[in-house]
């Protein structure tokens, strides 16, 4: 499967390089690979743990005048590479003479796993278990249509067609089609006020509740609020509820920063469980940076809990940055080590 998707991501950018002469295309992307050792103490005996020998993610964006194609390759690509377009009416549009003044038009397909709606929340973490509608027929591909005013409002519509069609029921978890297959998402985003922005989601079929999902987000930027210009401050929150099983999954960030320093902290509910991470960075000397982070597992019992430590190292040059990250958790006395490299372009 690596060489099947090297192959064809070298293929895509023969043929944008090809075309980029005739027409104006900018091609942007990353590519990051490495390893990870865990060692795992034992009676004082330390021994390499082989649960993940390592993670390659490739991601490349061709943008056009009036679109954007995008191309992702999972971790370890252990599934078929995701391909996505987002064609940009509005654009094409007003290249045809047709003024549109404040309002956006954008609609996009592609072979998604799943499709959340509009979100206000800043997710430094990247972990964030968010409404997803469930597109659980013939290989997940929705398309959605994202119409804008200016700040004041933005709604997204999205669903798989397909899903519609076929009325066939879902043998193995005996859910008509009706009710498993038919998934829409319908959301909206607006910033009322300048530094205050919100957002609504609902989906009928969610991707972890076969009874749909409502989910609700804002951010806050304080600082701009303020008028503080020597440093950043945004708090956001965001929530999801489940409806079913009625789960609800509760997310809250700080995020701040200060000249060359930035951090950030994030408190968690999720399934009844609390955790909190924090971080911190220092970009002060040229080409390095420099983070540790604290993450605490259940901060209800943070002494039976695993508490994870760790930090971490980037040196760039020559347009690559080299990494070396590193972590500590103390419930399963496990030391890791993760080199990577990563290439942007």
């Known amino acids: 499967m690596k060489k099947k998707f090297v192959l064809t991501l070298a293929l895509v950018l023969l043929v944008v390089v090809g075309l980029s002469a005739a027409t104006p295309l900018t091609v942007s992307g990353s590519f990051k690979a490495g390893y990870k050792l865990s060692f795992a103490t034992t009676n004082a005996i330390a021994g390499v743990n082989k649960a993940a020998e390592g993670d390659m993610d490739a991601v490349v964006a061709i943008t056009g005048d009036f679109w954007k194609v995008s191309l992702s390759g999972t971790p370890v690509f252990d599934a078929t590479m995701a391909a996505s377009a987002e064609i940009y009416m509005d654009k094409a549009l007003a290249a045809q003479g047709m003024d549109m003044g404040d309002l956006t038009l954008k ?36 398309a959605s249509v994202t119409v804008g005013y200016g ?70 930027d304080v600082a701009k609020l303020a008028g503080i210009e020597d440093f950043g401050l945004t708090a956001s929150a965001y929530d999801v509820f489940l409806l079913s099983g009625d789960v609800n999954k509760l997310y809250v960030e700080l995020k701040g920063s200060y000249d060359k320093i930035s951090a950030w902290t994030e408190y968690r509910i999720v399934n009844k469980v609390n955790d909190m991470k924090l971080s911190a960075s220092y970009s002060g000397i040229e080409n390095v940076g420099l983070s540790a982070f604290v993450e605490l597992n259940d901060i209800t019992k943070v002494v039976a809990s695993s508490t994870k430590v760790g930090g971490g190292v980037t040196y760039t040059m020559g347009g690559v940055k080299y990494a070396l990250d590193a972590d500590y958790a103390s419930g399963s006395k496990t030391f890791t080590m993760s080199p990577t490299v990563k290439i942007s372009f």
């Open 151 to 220: 700040k004041l409002v933005t709604v997204l519509v999205g669903a798989d067609p397909v899903s519609f069609v076929d009325q066939k029921l879902d043998v193995v978890a005996g859910i008509p089609a009706l009710a498993k297959n038919n998934a829409i998402v319908l959301s909206a985003k607006s910033e009322p006020v300048e530094g205050v922005t919100a957002a609504v989601a609902y989906t009928n079929v969610d991707a972890n509740s076969a009874k749909g999902a409502i989910a609700g987000s804002v951010a806050v």
């Open 107 to 142: 609609m996009a397909i592609g072979n998604k796993k799943d499709l959340g709606g509009l979100s206000a929340y800043t997710n430094s973490r990247d972990a964030l278990a968010g409404l997803k509608m469930a597109s659980g027929f013939v290989g997940a591909y929705p």
